[in-house]
């Protein structure tokens, strides 16, 4: 008796972590999901922006020289994506799922409306081949970060201090004009950005529980996603910055 009980509980047991493992799973492949369309409506609309000139003298001031500017429309693009993901950040609890989702798309394509640029100022062919690079440098990290036994939170702390230290850079250099800054501020950042990738990756993974509603899971799904495309994001222009070839 006592051993079909042992039994019965052993098979109980791997019962339900099969059940987590296929949650996660599912979990996992909708967080992602959620990135990758993030990601192809910030370029779609950067493209678009970037090759319809009505659009772009509305968000950008291109002077003959091809420098770069932006319109009082174009600030206003440029910040309010700050302002959505604080809005997601401290407010997605209260969310409807569809309103987070909502919010998401949106912040997807204002991202898309501020880095237009990018097409005026690089290359195609550089612009292709930094994302295939930050892909494949992304894909690595993120699959370490999922399935590292490695406690990652400590590694977390100081990639948060050095985040902090590029964002303070950056802001600086935006007054300085520095170009030695801005080329140690964009070795720092790929660095801080593919270690987060790994960390973020195990995080959302850490954060997933069987026990949430569908509710519960979307809004974590969502919030994961954006996590993952800011990783993302940036390590794309941190690497675009060191190697990208200007027009």
Known sequence: MADYDSNRLIRGQAAE????????RAYMLRVYNYMLVGLGLTAGTAYLTASTPALLRLFFQVSAAGTVGLSLLGWVVLLAPFALVLLLSFRLNRMSLGTAQTVYWVYAGLMGLSLAPIFLVYTGVAIAQTFFITAATFGAMSLWGYTTKRDLTGFGSFLFMGLIGVVIASLVNWFVHS????????IVGVLVFTGLTAYDTQWIKNSYSANDDGTVTGRKAIFGALKLYLDFVNLFLMLLRLFGDRR
Do not use: T
């Open 17 to 24: 972590a099969g059940v987590v493992d296929a949650g996660l």
């Open 179 to 186: 170009s030695m800054m801005s080329w140690i501020i964009s």
